[in-house]
């Protein structure tokens, strides 16, 4: 990890969204009202493909950004891998197609915002990364980290980062402030690290959810004492 952010604060926080669905568009408005800085994780073979999820019985629209979109619509942000077509990577038996589905993407993804893509996020829930899937993408991508989906509700820094967990999930909206709280009044003489992850699409659950998640970027936003970043920036 590089110094920069250590070297003058002790506390840094990031936000990680995957799916580049078009909900993106609300949550980025938000991010750059608070100054707060997120990275998205897009499957560049799903760009552009429309579709519907059921979440808590209540259908959500799971529409993607257009690939010709992308540069413009992350701009100020960190757009990273989520493979091309979102597959559960350990289920998958032959590591050239874990190499393609990762790498391929990376490059796809480089190719529309004009910068060499370095982050990732494992797509799928349940098991969806294991040691030998991170030594793969490791050895044989251009992939520098890739994050979990397995809350930690920690603050600590971790030496993995090709399976770094976050601190929680962003609709657990109870808890997210409780940490967040926690968080502002820690004096740690370790770094720490409030990793949040989800998908823009979830806010569409419940129709209290964009307010609550406005009301927590209220809550962790615009501290002297805190950096945010991309998760490239605290992370490498």
């Known amino acids: 990890m590089e110094k920069s952010w250590k070297s003058t604060k002790k506390r840094a926080v990031t936000f990680s969204f995957d ?27 799903l760009l552009g493909k429309n579709g519907i999820l059921n979440r808590e019985s209540v259908p959500i629209a799971h529409y993607k950004i257009w690939p010709s979109d992308v540069k413009n619509v992350y701009a100020g942000h960190e757009v990273a891998v989520h493979t091309l077509t ?11 197609e874990i190499i393609r ?13 004009g910068y060499n893509v ?26 520098k980290y ?12 971790q030496e993995n980062l090709y399976r770094f967990n976050p601190t929680i999930h962003i609709v657990q909206f109870d808890r997210l402030f409780e940490l967040g709280k ?4 820690c004096e740690s003489d370790e770094p720490q690290l409030f990793y949040i992850w989800g998908h823009a699409y979830e806010m569409d ?11 927590f970027f209220k809550l962790i936003s615009n501290r002297n004492d805190i950096f945010y970043g991309t998760n490239r920036e605290v992370l490498l």
């Open 19 to 45: 799916d580049g669905v078009t909900q993106d568009i609300q949550l980025i408005r938000l991010l750059n009202k608070y100054n707060l800085k997120c990275t998205f994780n897009l499957n560049s073979e």
């Open 86 to 96: 979102h597959p559960r990577l350990p289920e998958i038996a032959d590591d050239s």
């Open 101 to 113: 589905q990762v790498e391929q993407d990376r490059l796809n993804l480089s190719e529309l915002v």
């Open 118 to 143: 370095q982050g990732m996020a494992y797509p799928c829930g349940g098991v969806n990364n294991d040691d030998r899937v991170a030594k793969i993408i490791k050895e044989n991508t251009g992939v």
């Open 146 to 157: 890739s994050r979990t989906i397995t809350s930690t509700e920690s603050f600590d820094l």
């Open 182 to 185: 926690r968080f502002l009044e």
């Open 205 to 215: 659950i419940e129709t209290e959810n964009w307010a609550r998640l406005e009301e």
